[in-house]
């Protein structure tokens, strides 16, 4: 089974700055998509960025950016020039190729401060 | 884009009764949609994945005959928690996958906050 990780359950930074949630996951598949998903205070689910595994560039979306590392299981997204609306929880989930569910991460708090 | 409807957002009812909840896709057909259970802090659960003319597939350890799930449309997909108790309450979220291509990402409702009294 898969498992997706991420050891920072809380982050703080001040606005402008750069910010880097981590995220490392558990497959034994070689072909497998990984998510990044915001919930803002409103609760609504809203999808930041994807990454196919079987590419090696790294997604990119505006202020928003991933780092995948396949040989390490690694997948972490740095936000840039952050701003006070990008202030919710972040979820890291995988789906593995031809399979519907997403597996999620335990989620990490982000507070972007004035 | 795509959009997930969720309705109703807020629900309080007393513990004994019945309460249902509505996940439709508002602008493309959805065969298959997901419901989740999320604690306060805590990330999504996965409860059943429901899928439209035939019988929802439950996650190891949730009751379904306590979560009704009916996907009688390809746009419309319903929770019904039946005889709530307090225990029951949380907040509920579905989703679901625009097209045939669910590794674009899912789209998910607004949610549903349960209160049971």
């Known amino acids: 089974a898969q498992t997706v990780t991420q050891s920072q359950p809380e982050m703080s930074v001040q606005e402008a700055e750069t910010v880097t949630l981590s995220c490392t996951y558990d497959t034994s598949e070689s072909n497998y998509y990984l998510f990044w998903y915001k919930q803002p205070p409103s609760r609504q689910m809203i999808l930041v960025i994807r990454q196919e595994a079987y590419k090696q560039q790294n997604a990119t979306e505006n202020r928003f950016s991933v780092n995948f590392q396949k040989a390490a299981k690694s997948f972490s997204l740095k936000i840039s020039d952050s701003q006070l609306g990008d202030t919710a929880m972040y979820f890291c989930?995988?789906?593995?190729?031809?399979?519907?569910?997403?597996?999620f991460g335990q989620g990490t708090r982000l507070t972007i401060n004035p | 884009g795509a959009v997930v409807s969720q309705h109703p957002s807020r629900v309080i009812c007393k513990s004994g009764t019945s309460v249902k909840i509505e996940c439709r896709s508002l602008?493309?057909?959805?065969?298959?949609m997901f419901w989740y259970r999320q604690f306060p802090k805590k990330s999504l659960m996965l409860m059943a994945t429901?899928?439209?003319?035939?019988?929802?597939?439950?996650e190891q350890g949730v009751e379904k005959d306590k979560f009704l799930i009916n996907h009688a449309s390809l746009t419309l997909s319903t929770l019904t928690v039946t005889s709530a108790h307090p225990e029951d309450s949380s907040f509920y979220i579905c989703?679901?996958?625009?097209?045939?291509?669910?590794?674009?990402?899912?789209?998910f409702g607004s949610g549903t906050r349960l209160t049971v009294v």
């Open positions: 602008d493309f057909q959805a065969t298959t």
């Open positions: 989930a995988f789906m593995k190729q031809g399979a519907q569910k997403l597996v």
């Open positions: 429901s899928n439209e003319g035939s019988k929802a597939t439950y």
């Open positions: 989703s679901a996958v625009p097209g045939l291509a669910p590794n674009y990402g899912y789209t």
